[in-house]
């Protein structure tokens, strides 16, 4: 029997719906875009607003009565570290802190303070305002009233998995981001002892195979959906991207791009960065691990780029890309750090701002979106080249997401790299990735190497210009060294504003990409 499945995913600026076939085929697709509310540090989003777009996008899809009848198993993906607090009956009491948003700065440091935090022996002995925990302290301390109601720290996955389902329940992976220790382990029991987080609070944790659970009976009769569909955990979007991309052998690495970039690397070695500025996660096959990090914005720049520089333009993309191709490579001496919200993955730095850097005036717009890009390009080789450092080999590169449909990009990255960047047939690879990790639950593929193996699929692919590449190395030291002087210079802004805040705007920004 044919056992489709029905992705939600959640992205940090749209919700998709999409039905994929067993063999990994997209059948239908449909989105709607979600706003963002966003200010100095801060990011927002209004759970409601997601699942009306749900609620949309399924109606879309799933009108088609013949492919919902053939749906089995319903998943959901979004982005993790997100705090969606909801009350006792899963209504959220505020709108959900985003997984950019850094008002927790101070929370963070607090907790990489705690002995129990200390215990757990994590690399570097980071804490970051991404994180769950930090969320949940500044939530607590800043609307006590509204924490006060609240039953459930969840994550998008969470509330969504609710909305259908009338359960609290979460997975492995997007429990980690409250430093849960992963399949068979446990939350922080001493460490949310000491920070006074009550560990009901938590969503239980399900086990990977086996669980799935029912959906709700006024859904499955709405949309003509069978009777034995059940809905499934996956994971959270970057790892799910990861698995739709296929990338499972030694010296493989993915590159996803939606507004956050994710860069992981396959090796088989067990490495520990000790300044803990990646992260190592179990993967296909014995004894293979995934080595990387995500950044703060990666078409989320992008997007910025267009609504800021092209706002009026009809096809502003096309102007984008014929502009970036008239500016030479190094786009004119100009160089850009995209770190609009701070910055993750390596740098870790939630004071870090973007920076046109050797702005002249004989440069133009079009130098300006090369450098653009070339920032988008070089926060990912910043990644890589560490990675490199720590032993793991680069040779291969698969690109997917939003901003793998932009040529230049791609093909920047690729200079960059020094290796090929091979585009995946289907770009929605979040989506399809969810699909196969919910079918290796049900126990549709013995492993999830079998899954990708069997269901991805390749398109075209480009190869690096040597000369270029070299160019782009020299160029890169440039781009740390400038990070690296103005680090601390980040640091003094964000303490003039925390005491003069009357230069910020006190309305929230209302965007409809992130």
Known sequence: MTSRTCVLNLGLKSMRCAVFEDDGRLLAIAHRPIETLMGEG???????????????????VLADRGLAASVRRITVTGSAGCLVALDAAGTPVRPAIMIS????????ERIAREAAFVALGAPGGRVTPDLMLPKVLWFREAEPELDAGTRWYAAPNDFLVHRLTGEVVTDPDNATKFLHDGPGGDYPRALLHALEVPLERLPPVSPRRGSTLDLRTDLRERYGLPGDVRVVLS???????????GVAGLGDACDVSGTVTSFRAVT????RDSEGRLFLLPHVGDGRYLAGGSNN????????????????????????????????????????????LGERAPVWDPNARGVFFGLG????RSDM??????????????????????GVDIRRVVASGGLARLEPVVAIKADMLGVPVTLTEELETTALGAALVAGLNCGDWESIDSATTACIRYSRTHEPAPERTAMYLDFFGL???VYGRLRETFAIRQDLISRHSQVLRTELARSENL
């Not at 948003?101 to 963070?108: G, K, P």
């Not at 994971?235 to 991309?245: L, P």
């Not at 005036?361 to 133009?364: D, F, I, Q, T, V």
């Not at 979106?369 to 720590?390: C, H, K, N, P, T």
């Open 42 to 60: 801060r990011v927002e989003q209004d759970p409601a607003d997601w699942w009306r777009a749900a609620l949309e996008v399924m109606d879309e």
């Open 235 to 245: 994971s959270y979007d970057a790892i799910c991207a990861v698995y739709g991309s």
């Open 369 to 390: 979106i090369r450098a653009i890009f070339e920032g988008v390009g070089y926060s990912v080789l910043d990644i890589a080249q560490r990675l490199r450092d720590m």
């Open 297 to 340: 914005l990666g078409g989320g720049v992008v997007e910025w780029a267009k609504q800021t520089l092209y706002p009026d333009d009809p096809n502003p993309y096309d102007t984008m890309i014929a502009e970036c191709l008239d500016a030479p490579p190094g786009a004119a001496g100009l160089m850009f750090l995209p770190y609009l």
């Open 479 to 481: 781009y740390r060294e």
């Open 101 to 108: 948003d850094v008002r927790a700065r101070e929370q963070a």
């Open 268 to 271: 088989d070695r067990r490495l």
């Open 361 to 364: 005036r004989n440069h133009g």
